[in-house]
């Protein structure tokens, strides 16, 4: 095979059915080294699927042979050759290869070892810079696959076809698929739709948004049988075909220690506030991390199925709890999708929720998604209150929307409750079979008897407060004589498998026998008591007859039961008896609402509601109704859809995405805000260098050369610059072209003796209100100021603030005042500061101050006193003409850096080859480039010291040093590539 050879490689790979094709592995690279770079591109991409199959693709020159079996094989056909698989003679292209590049839809990074996932119909695996395009002469190899999909037909809803449907597809990501798998008598298998998934809600969601978007539903075939390997692909076409559904498969075992053992072991009891200190056997409770394990595999199942069948312009919607970091192992792999996520249970307290080991994976793992929804505003209060304590970040409210900035993006957060399809009700309520279930479940006696029924369907769950309920009704018994004989409480209890506690079960069956044996007759039985499923015909003949609902849970989510009561209760019914902690009590106006640990409130609330008057009742329950049949599921989804597909962030394309080993490690680089690149900046010290040119340096001090590694008030006491900063910054300024500026926000004392040993180096303290030059002892005032009176107003208003902020402090500065509340409450300390920011700007209106807050700090200082103010005085001091200097780098840290950042880009031109403005981590910043770290800031200037110090080394030395760092890397280069180089060069 010559170097002007061009080929097409077409390969057959084996997949599972969703995605059967044909892929053109296009070599889009001529050189002598193709066959061995081919071959190691395939063997670092390792082709698999559904079934775990894989296989290394080992070229030869006879045009390839499989690596394991016929999983995978390698034919040469013609550039432009058919879109079948593994056929057709090697013939040469009629152009070469570099024109048959298929179109980039995205760049993804692939772990060693880890099958490849086809995505989309493109997707190109390149071992070059992510955010450029391969040259044609990079001397790597880029391999691109391309799919020729099969057509498809199947007849059922939301199905996946192609032709002209101009109708969006949404992916539904769920544990559980809505299907009802059986393995029938010949040991094949039968579906129907689950109506009762997702909460009761799934038919509404299918007819609702079915002539609106495309429905594809992931998740786990929720069946007793588990599907055996060679099944998986029929059972995968049917599904597909008649339901638009694609099936996760797991191993039984693996979904065990999944759901009963992480799901409901460990989350199921956090989010509900109740977290045992001790076992059965009373043994202090430990995390299980092979749970957590086990967890974050089976989201990476998911991620894996929902990875293969996403296409551009679609939306990802993700339900609860049991997916939780699914959306951050999407954002590494599906670059500027929009991910939604629906949260179906309460989120806890953060003083709860901090108790779990993991909880930063998991706030990362939703703070990933574009969109977060929550029923209640309690559970998105909380869920905002851990972001704030836990990881430090900041939330507010956008034309009546919440968001929380989290790594340079804006993720908004939704609170709707969801609802029912009241149609699917209402229109089961005359029906034979609801008449039957009537008379099965005892329920004609009771009504023949005209005695009152109260009904409550609950899990069999120690949330649901049964007992408490059950024993209220007890004490209505005995207090209210005139109930006995006239009042039924009918009581459903629906064991969950991974939720039933023993003792819980006796508890509730004592009690019943109790109650009944004590206040029971031949011809009266107080507690019906229903312990199994019941069926949804069932669900309507109780609701029927019930003359009033009983919940009575003690922590709970929103809880539909009450809407599906209110739109099957007969004529005169419907009155509705909740705990104050179900989350629908607040919308359901007609709801008496009580503390059911309050037994006495408890009867009281019956008593009362047993005597209201039927007027009364009847005008209620029509305004709940009305309520319940305006809030269907379809609207709910359809509203949380529409706010996902107009959801914007602050960056809309992401061109890096590395991959990490948690989900808490990921790298973003975003269009127009990426990560500093340190060959781009050397290389463009070496043009400044050769140009004999002035060469700038501004650095702030806190968080930029030095590191927090305590609390705020140590680490402001104590932050030094590590001593492989100070010998890079000395060598920095040694050369008289290099001028260093350390621009700070500290006193002249603490710069003055920290830098006492580098006389070489400028100095800018306060913001600049004092600066001393290179090689001079001596301060100067930026501005001469003669009016300082207003810092006792300030420092008399700041003081009563720090007084009543515990962990809060003041520093005091020659033209400015600092408080700090870093280490205070973090809510606490963001309304007072808020609160103090009003304060010192009506105070101080008349006085030419300006107020500035930061992350964990309020400031007042001149209105003419800042870093861009020095900026401008440093550049024309050295350059009196006006002209730019050859090179700029200016890095920062926080908000009293953006006007440094500004300046320049006004001044020198956002494009100046030789600019580089740089934020320290990933935020929102009028900088050009990002720094993840203070660490890679001193990384960055030990590599450019070096540099600067080729010309004072000897000439082996130099030429040594040179050739390491000029020769081209067969990869995009990081500051952290050079750590150990710089580090060791200087020593």
Known sequence: MSSSDGFTWVTTVKLPAIGKAAYKYVIMENNAALQRSTSAALESASTSAGDNSSANGNSEEDGGRSGAGEALRLTPVAAEGSDGAGSGAASRPKASSSEQAPRVLRWETLEG???????????????????????????????GLSAHAQSRTASGAGEIEAGDDSRPTVIIVLYRLPIIAKRVADGSWSFKWDDDALYLTSVGLREGLRDKMRLVWVGIINSEDEVQPHEMDAVSQTLLADFSCVPVFIPRETLIEFYQGFCKGTLWPLFHMLTPLTDENDHTVQFDRSLWHTYCLVNRKFSDVVVALYQEDNMIWIHDYHLMVLPSQLRRRLSGSKIGFFLHIPWPSSEAYRTLPVRDELLRGLLSSTLLGFHLFDYARHFLSACVRLLNLEHEARRGILGVEYSGRHVMIRVSHIGIDPARFTGHLGSDAVQEKKEALGLMPVRDHKQHVLAAIDDLDVFKGISLKLLAFENLLQAYTTYRGRVVLVQVAIPKKARVKSHVQSEIRELV????????????????????????DERIAIYSEADALLLTPIRDGLNLIPYEYIASAGQGKGQLILSEFTGCSRALSSAVRLNPWNYDEVMSAIDRVLQKDPEEIMLKHAADRKYVESHPTAKWAESFLTDLTQASEPVQKLLKLGLGLGVGLRVLEFEGFEALNAENVVRAYDAAEASDTQRVFLLDYDGTLTMSTCSSRMSHAWARPSDAAMQYLAALALDPRNHVYIMSGRTKDVLAKTFAGIPAIGLAAEHGFYYRSPNSADWTNLDEVSDLSWREVALEIMTGYAERTDGSYIEEKSAGLVWHYLDADPEFGNWQAKEMRDHLETVLNMFDVQVVTGHGWLQVRLQNMNKGAMTQKILKELIPDGSAPGFVLCVGDDRTDEDMFTFLARELGRHHSALFTCTVGVKPSNANYYLRTSDEVVDLLGLVSMTAGRQSSSAAAGATTSTSLARPSPRSTTVSDFRELARSGLQ
Do not use: C, H, W
């Open 113 to 143: 070892g880890r099958p490849l996932t086809v995505t989309s119909d493109s997707l190109n695996v390149d071992d070059g810079s992510f955010n450029e395009m391969p040259a044609p002469d990079a001397g790597r190899v880029t391999v």
């Open 513 to 536: 026998e109790q109650i009944n044996s004590k206040y029971g007759s031949p011809d009266y039985t107080p507690i019906i008591y229903i312990e199994r499923d019941i069926s949804f």
